[in-house]
């Protein structure tokens, strides 16, 4: 039997697919980060399973025991408290254990933070970068702002809601004009999304909110030394070619954002 990968959902309980349901209804065994907080989505559905704790702290004892198991033909679900495990979540020692002994490992999809407050966030392109949990300090902070700088992608980002006004702060200095949504609580009963640059964001969360709290970093807009393409881009347009396609054919040739060169080449006319 294969692995089973199982996302969960990230807040409201009723985000959860009908084939998740019924792999953690048939499985012999389901790992999950807390028993108690898993135990509380299966009782929401009325499904009785037999849990075994699988977090950071136990990881490689519980894949030890994990793998034989499932040479031995026993079905296992894998779960985190949220979201799909394996992305900043326990289960990529699993993943990659079962995957090297040569058995199977499906994954079954469902909530994920990540992409749901990049959508909410109006900042959405066809390219994102999702950098994990920010760190802490503000030297750790500043230099990932210059790193980030010169991207015309979207960034997504995990920040704990006690540190998310010092974050602001530290973005309003190194990336004022960027755009901003902080989303706090999604799918939950007090969700937020919350859009602006960081200084207005500042106004809404100059204290700490409560909840879990996702941020999404618009891209960097066109510079000058974009103007090569942006120019390249308005002679492909006389010429009769869609705006659209031409900013794609510019945007390949140099490497640069088509999204941004496009609302750059729309702003330039």
Request: proline share 6%; net charge negative.
């Amino acid at each position: 039997m294969p692995l089973a990968i199982c996302a969960t959902p990230i807040g409201n309980l009723e985000d959860v697919t009908l084939r998740v349901l019924r792999e953690l209804g048939e499985a012999d065994l389901v790992l999950c980060e807390d028993t108690r907080h898993t135990r509380g989505l299966l009782e929401r559905h009325g499904i009785r399973a037999r849990l075994l704790s699988y977090h950071r702290h136990n990881e490689a004892k519980r894949v030890q025991e994990v793998v034989p198991r499932l040479e031995a033909g026993e079905q296992i679900a894998l779960v985190s408290d949220a979201g799909l495990p394996g992305i900043n979540d326990p289960g990529a020692r699993l993943i990659t254990a079962a995957l090297e002994a040569g058995l199977p490992v499906t994954v079954l999809p469902g909530p994920s933070a990540v992409e749901t407050a990049l959508v909410a966030s109006g900042l959405a392109g066809e390219r994102f970068l999702f950098v994990g949990y920010l760190p802490r300090g503000e030297r750790a902070l500043a230099a990932l702002w210059a790193e980030l700088a010169g991207s015309a992608d979207p960034v997504v980002a995990f920040q704990s809601a006690q540190r998310l006004p010092a974050t602001l702060r530290s973005i309003a200095t190194a990336l004022p004009e960027r755009r901003l949504a902080v989303c706090r609580e999604l799918t939950k009963v007090f969700e937020e999304v919350a859009r602006g640059t960081a200084a207005e964001l500042l106004e809404r969360f100059s204290e700490a909110p409560k909840g879990e709290v996702t941020l999404v970093i618009g891209g960097g807009v066109a510079t000058a030394d974009e103007g090569p393409a942006l120019a390249a881009v308005r002679e492909l347009v006389g010429a009769g070619v869609p705006r659209r396609q031409a900013a794609d054919v510019v945007a390949r040739l140099l490497s640069l954002s088509r999204n941004t060169l496009y609302r750059e080449s729309l702003q330039s006319d």
